[in-house]
């Protein structure tokens, strides 16, 4: 009855053109299939990370493999996500998975979903809430440990090229404010700031994840700051508007250059410019998390018990490596 009523609602809003979000997606249904109802309230499209993202959810919720995806893109606005869960709850889907743009502000809507009886699962970053049974479970990147890896990959760069104990200039691009992966970039890096003397952290700005941004905001530190060692991107996306900016006032970059480029998500185009001698190194935080949904949903309608927390595996890509080799491995 629940996923008919379901599929009845969402030929409904399908047919009606009526959005809840930002551009909601979903194909009108027949009326008979037993699919299970996915409502997904993505962030947006702002990186080359979450286009990968989407595709993992796309590529995985399918009707051949059982699953009914209404797909909504809240063009990174935390408002337009919250409309999209709250269309979810009004077509009683069988479960929702969020990507919360940020942290904070999300009570009200997930007791809304709970009073529902719709579970709640967030994918990629994290909700903070007074009460954590208002979510099924987290899966996404430790990005308090991508941060810090970041910080030991430089201890270790600086070592070997003699600068250990050189002052070496920093400037940050953050991600969007109050999004996981920016609290928690930004905070590992920072612990490993802290232990060394001779970093000097010259400013950090948000580039909101976005390549033009990234640009702009890095084109505002040339100008303040003459002699930058280090950019710490906290995306692929801010990283390559960074190498634009840093080219165009006529300075260098990457492993030949005179400004070391670091950067998160690691996806196929960073390791292009890393292969290219434009950025140093680029920390993962995989995106595929379509498959490990499906996971935890099949076990959910097993009445199984999951893990409330599930990180995915990442590791650390740099110009040391044979990156075309490794490049040819990758899903994404
Ligand atoms: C990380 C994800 C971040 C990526 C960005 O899990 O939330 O958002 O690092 C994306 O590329 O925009």
């Known amino acids: 009855m629940k996923k008919a009523l379901a599929i009845a609602l ?89 990507a919360p743009v940020v942290e904070t502000g999300w009570e009200t809507v997930l007791k809304e979903a ?45 070592k070997k090229q003699g600068r250990s104990n050189e002052k070496i200039n920093i400037v940050t691009l953050q991600g969007t404010i109050g999004a996981s992966a920016q609290i928690g970039r930004t905070e590992g890096f920072g612990n490993i700031v802290k232990t060394q003397p001779n970093w000097n952290m010259l400013a950090m700005q948000t580039g909101e994840f976005t390549q033009a941004k990234g640009q702009e905001v890095m084109e505002s530190f040339l100008k303040s700051y003459p002699d930058i060692d280090v950019v710490v991107a906290e995306n692929d996306n801010m990283a390559f508007g960074a190498i634009d900016a840093i080219k165009a006032a006529g300075k260098t970059c990457g492993p030949n250059g005179d400004i070391i480029i670091i950067s998160f998500d690691a996806v196929a185009a960073a390791f292009d410019s890393m292969i290219a001698g434009d950025m140093n190194v680029s920390v993962e935080c995989n995106p595929l998390h379509g498959p490990r949904v499906a996971e935890i949903i099949q076990k959910l309608e097993k009445g199984e018990t999951v893990d409330k927390i599930q990180y995915v595996v990442e590791e650390v890509f740099d110009t040391s490596m044979d990156l075309p080799a490794v490049k040819a491995t990758r899903l994404y």
């Open 114 to 158: 709970k009073d529902a009886g719709i579970p709640v699962i967030l994918s990629d970053r994290m909700m903070d809430v007074s009460d954590p049974s208002l979510y099924t479970c987290w899966v996404g990147g430790n990005f308090i440990k991508e941060g810090e890896d970041a910080g030991k990959w430089l201890i270790d760069y600086l």
């Open 10 to 98: 969402v030929a409904l809003v399908a047919l009606s053109g009526v959005f809840a979000g930002g551009a909601q997606e979903s194909a009108a249904p027949a009326a008979s299939d037993n699919l299970i109802v996915v409502g997904y309230a993505q962030v947006g499209a702002e990186s080359d990370w979450r286009t990968a993202n989407t595709q993992s959810f796309k590529s995985t919720f399918t009707e051949a493999n059982g699953y009914r995806l209404i797909f909504d893109d809240a063009q990174q606005k935390q408002e337009n996500q919250i409309k999209a869960i709250r269309s979810f709850i009004q077509q009683d889907v069988d479960y929702i998975v969020v």
